[in-house]
C-alpha cells in the first residue's frame, strides 16, 4: 500500500523512499483492537471498562455507538472485543462505509464536511435507537471527529438549510475550528451533550479518537456526549457578547433560541477516555522511522496551532535547524494551522498543508532539507490527498507560486509540481497534521 507519490517521481531517494514507507506503514501499526481492549475487560460476571467494575447479568445489555470519521475502524474493533458476549448491540454512524462489515452491526452513513438532510435523518435514527435502551444498560460512545456535520439537529427557528448556509460562510471565513464549534453547538439541540436527554440509562463511557487542537473532548464532535454544559454555556455567551460579526451572522431572534437551548439543564453523568492523542502517533512514527534507517528523530511534544503568521515563523526556524544538520536528520512535529485568505473555502482548490507548504517555498530556499507535511483530517482527507512532498533545494518560479497562493489555487501548484501525496483510500485513522521535515545527505 505504497503512496501514488513514486509513480509520478521518476527519481525517489532510497531515504526518502524508506522514509515514506514509515509514514505508510505507522498507519497500520496503530491497532484500534488492543487500544479498546486496554480499556474493555470482560471476566466471568463483570466487565471492567476504564477501571470501573459493573456486574454483568445476563438482563444487562450493552449498546455500542460510535460515530466520526473513524466509527467503521472503532466499531469494528469493539465488535471483535464482544464477539463471545452475549446481549450486545452497535450502532454506527460515518460518512464513508466499509464494504466488509458484519451484518447484525446498524450503520447508516452520513455527510461530512457539510451537514445535509442526511444527517438530520441519521440523527434521528440515533436519538430513537438511544431513547429505546433500558435503565440498566451500559452504553459505549466510540467518538472520532467529523460528528460535527454527521449529526444535526437544529434548535426551534433555525432550518437546516440555514445552519448549512452559516457553515459555508464560517468555512469561507476561515473560522478557527473552535469557535466553528461554538456555532455549532449555539444552534444545535444535540451538541454540547445534548443527546444524553435521551438516554435513560446511568452507565455511561467516551472513548475519543482526538483530532482537537487542544485535546478538549467537550469541542471534539461539538460534544453530543459531553456533560460539560455549564462550562461551554460562558464561553459561547462570552464569546457572542464581545464579537458583534458572530452577533450579525446569528441575528437577534435566533440568540433567544440559543440561550434557551444553552440554559437547559441535563443531569448525566459519563466517563471519559482519549484513547489515542497526536503525539502518541507521532511516537510511533518516530520509531518506525529509526526502526527502518538509522537517523536522528526528534519527535516535538510541542504542538502548532492558531496564528498563521507565529507559526509559520516556527516552522522556518525548524527548517534552518534541519538544513544546517550535518548528519542525517528527521524533525516531527504536530499542527493544525489555519490558514489565511480564504484558503480553506470549500469553494477553492487545496487544503491548509497544501498552502502553507507552498506559501513556504515561495518565501524560503535551503540547500539540504526537505518536508513531508501529512493530512489525516480536513480539505485534504476529503479528497483522499494525504499532503505534500517538498524540496526546499529546487529552483522554483516564486512568482507563478505566489500567484496560485493569491488566487487560492494551491493544489494546482502542486499538480504542476508534482508534490501530492495521494492514495486511493483513506487511513481511518483521523488526527490532526503532521510535518515531518528531513536531512538526508
Given at each position: 500500500?505504497?503512496?501514488?507519490?513514486?509513480?509520478?517521481?521518476?527519481?525517489?531517494?532510497?531515504?526518502?523512499?524508506?522514509?515514506?514507507?514509515?509514514?505508510?506503514?505507522?498507519?497500520?501499526?496503530?491497532?484500534?483492537?488492543?487500544?479498546?481492549?486496554?480499556?474493555?475487560?470482560?471476566?466471568?460476571?463483570?466487565?471492567?471498562?476504564?477501571?470501573?467494575?459493573?456486574?454483568?447479568?445476563?438482563?444487562?445489555?450493552?449498546?455500542?455507538?460510535?460515530?466520526?470519521?473513524?466509527?467503521?475502524?472503532?466499531?469494528?474493533?469493539?465488535?471483535?472485543?464482544?464477539?463471545?458476549?452475549?446481549?450486545?448491540?452497535?450502532?454506527?454512524?460515518?460518512?464513508?462505509?466499509?464494504?466488509?462489515?458484519?451484518?447484525?452491526?446498524?450503520?447508516?452513513?452520513?455527510?461530512?464536511?457539510?451537514?445535509?438532510?442526511?444527517?438530520?435523518?441519521?440523527?434521528?435514527?440515533?436519538?430513537?435507537?438511544?431513547?429505546?435502551?433500558?435503565?440498566?444498560?451500559?452504553?459505549?460512545?466510540?467518538?472520532?471527529?467529523?460528528?460535527?456535520?454527521?449529526?444535526?439537529?437544529?434548535?426551534?427557528?433555525?432550518?437546516?438549510?440555514?445552519?448549512?448556509?452559516?457553515?459555508?460562510?464560517?468555512?469561507?471565513?476561515?473560522?478557527?475550528?473552535k469557535y466553528l464549534n461554538y456555532y455549532r453547538i449555539a444552534l444545535s439541540k444535540i451538541k454540547n451533550g445534548g443527546l444524553l436527554q435521551y438516554?435513560?440509562?446511568?452507565?455511561?463511557?467516551?472513548?475519543?479518537?482526538?483530532?482537537?487542537?487542544?485535546?478538549?473532548?467537550?469541542?471534539?464532535?461539538?460534544?453530543?456526549?459531553?456533560?460539560?454544559?455549564?462550562?461551554?454555556?460562558?464561553?459561547?455567551?462570552?464569546?457572542?457578547?464581545?464579537?458583534?460579526?458572530?452577533?450579525?451572522?446569528?441575528?437577534?431572534?435566533?440568540?433567544?433560541?440559543?440561550?434557551?437551548?444553552?440554559?437547559?439543564?441535563?443531569?448525566?453523568?459519563?466517563?471519559?477516555?482519549?484513547?489515542?492523542?497526536?503525539?502518541?502517533?507521532?511516537?510511533?512514527?518516530?520509531?518506525?522511522?529509526?526502526?527502518?534507517?538509522?537517523?536522528?528523530?526528534?519527535?516535538?511534544?510541542?504542538?502548532?496551532?492558531?496564528?498563521?503568521?507565529?507559526?509559520?515563523?516556527?516552522?522556518?526556524?525548524?527548517?534552518?535547524?534541519?538544513?544546517?544538520?550535518?548528519?542525517?536528520?528527521?524533525?516531527?512535529?504536530?499542527?493544525?494551522?489555519?490558514?489565511?485568505?480564504?484558503?480553506?473555502?470549500?469553494?477553492?482548490?487545496?487544503?491548509?498543508?497544501?498552502?502553507?507548504?507552498?506559501?513556504?517555498?515561495?518565501?524560503?530556499?535551503?540547500?539540504?532539507?526537505?518536508?513531508?507535511?501529512?493530512?489525516?483530517?480536513?480539505?485534504?482527507?476529503?479528497?483522499?490527498?494525504?499532503?505534500?512532498?517538498?524540496?526546499?533545494?529546487?529552483?522554483?518560479?516564486?512568482?507563478?507560486?505566489?500567484?496560485?497562493?493569491?488566487?487560492?489555487?494551491?493544489?494546482?501548484?502542486?499538480?504542476?509540481?508534482?508534490?501530492?501525496?495521494?492514495?486511493?483510500?483513506?487511513?481511518?485513522?483521523?488526527?490532526?497534521?503532521?510535518?515531518?521535515?528531513?536531512?538526508?545527505?
Amino acid at each position: 500500500m505504497l503512496f501514488k507519490y513514486f509513480k509520478i517521481q521518476k527519481k525517489v531517494n532510497l531515504r526518502e523512499k524508506k522514509l515514506l514507507e514509515s509514514i505508510d506503514r505507522s498507519f497500520t501499526r496503530v491497532d484500534m483492537f488492543n487500544l479498546l481492549k486496554k480499556e474493555i475487560k470482560i471476566k466471568n460476571k463483570e466487565i471492567i471498562i476504564s477501571k470501573k467494575k459493573i456486574k454483568f447479568l445476563n438482563n444487562k445489555q450493552i449498546y455500542v455507538v460510535a460515530f466520526g470519521k473513524m466509527a467503521d475502524t472503532m466499531i469494528n474493533s469493539s465488535y471483535r472485543i464482544f464477539a463471545k458476549t452475549r446481549n450486545v448491540s452497535f450502532f454506527s454512524i460515518s460518512n464513508k462505509l466499509e464494504k466488509k462489515f458484519p451484518k447484525n452491526i446498524i450503520r447508516y452513513k452520513s455527510l461530512h464536511p457539510l451537514p445535509g438532510k442526511l444527517s438530520l435523518i441519521v440523527t434521528r435514527k440515533l436519538i430513537e435507537f438511544l431513547k429505546k435502551i433500558e435503565r440498566n444498560s451500559i452504553i459505549i460512545f466510540l467518538i472520532s471527529g467529523g460528528g460535527s456535520s454527521m449529526l444535526a439537529n437544529p434548535i426551534n427557528g433555525v432550518s437546516l438549510n440555514k445552519k448549512i448556509r452559516l457553515t459555508k460562510k464560517l468555512f469561507t471565513l476561515n473560522t478557527e475550528p473552535k469557535y466553528l464549534n461554538y456555532y455549532r453547538i449555539a444552534l444545535s439541540k444535540i451538541k454540547n451533550g445534548g443527546l444524553l436527554q435521551y438516554i435513560k440509562a446511568n452507565n455511561i463511557f467516551n472513548f475519543f479518537i482526538s483530532d482537537e487542537n487542544e485535546d478538549k473532548i467537550e469541542i471534539l464532535s461539538s460534544g453530543p456526549t459531553v456533560n460539560k454544559r455549564q462550562k461551554i454555556k460562558k464561553k459561547i455567551f462570552n464569546f457572542f457578547n464581545q464579537n458583534q460579526n458572530a452577533q450579525k451572522l446569528i441575528g437577534k431572534k435566533n440568540f433567544v433560541e440559543i440561550e434557551k437551548n444553552l440554559n437547559l439543564n441535563i443531569n448525566k453523568k459519563t466517563h471519559n477516555n482519549i484513547l489515542l492523542k497526536n503525539h502518541d502517533f507521532i511516537r510511533i512514527l518516530k520509531r518506525e522511522i529509526k526502526n527502518k534507517q538509522k537517523v536522528d528523530v526528534i519527535a516535538s511534544k510541542n504542538f502548532l496551532f492558531g496564528s498563521y503568521d507565529k507559526n509559520f515563523n516556527k516552522i522556518e526556524k525548524i527548517l534552518n535547524f534541519v538544513d544546517r544538520k550535518k548528519k542525517n536528520f528527521v524533525y516531527i512535529i504536530g499542527c493544525q494551522i489555519e490558514t489565511p485568505m480564504n484558503a480553506k473555502s470549500i469553494n477553492k482548490v487545496g487544503g491548509r498543508l497544501q498552502h502553507i507548504t507552498a506559501d513556504l517555498v515561495s518565501r524560503n530556499s535551503f540547500k539540504n532539507v526537505k518536508m513531508v507535511a501529512i493530512a489525516t483530517d480536513g480539505q485534504d482527507y476529503d479528497s483522499n490527498i494525504y499532503g505534500t512532498i517538498i524540496d526546499f533545494s529546487k529552483k522554483y518560479n516564486k512568482d507563478e507560486i505566489n500567484k496560485y497562493i493569491k488566487k487560492k489555487l494551491t493544489k494546482n501548484f502542486h499538480l504542476k509540481n508534482k508534490s501530492l501525496i495521494i492514495k486511493k483510500q483513506n487511513s481511518n485513522l483521523n488526527l490532526k497534521d503532521i510535518i515531518i521535515i528531513y536531512n538526508f545527505n
